[in-house]
């Protein structure tokens, strides 16, 4: 059993159009829309006390505001996860998204692995024709 809590975070693509989910880096055609999915989960079989998340967005390198996760302060128990949903559609224009999510951020809990509580992901759209 492990000594202390693993909070691991990450985030999911998921095209809406089609219902799946698509990989980082992925481009796709207008009009469509993604769901940008923030998930951090408690891998361990102990109870993780108050950690911070947040969620960023960056259109074209540029921050979005206000941002689709503000810093949010959630419990967490054994093998339990979180998840916090945010839409982007395609304006029909050219563009790149880069999303970046901080789990466990702002917390004095020790962890087994501090290192898997940020996870950036890409996307783009592509002009429309």
Known sequence: MPEFPDTYAWIKLIDKSKGKAVPSGSTLSHPSSITIRYVVANDSNQPV???AVMGVLYK???KV???PLPITWI???ANQLWKHEYNVNSTG???EFRATLFG????SITEEDERNN????KFSFSAAH
């Open 49 to 51: 006390g108050e950690i």
């Open 60 to 62: 074209d390198n540029v």
């Open 65 to 67: 505001m206000p941002s």
């Open 75 to 77: 419990t967490l128990q």
């Open 93 to 95: 224009e050219a563009n």
């Open 104 to 107: 466990g951020v702002g917390s």
């Open 118 to 121: 940020v996870f950036n992901t």
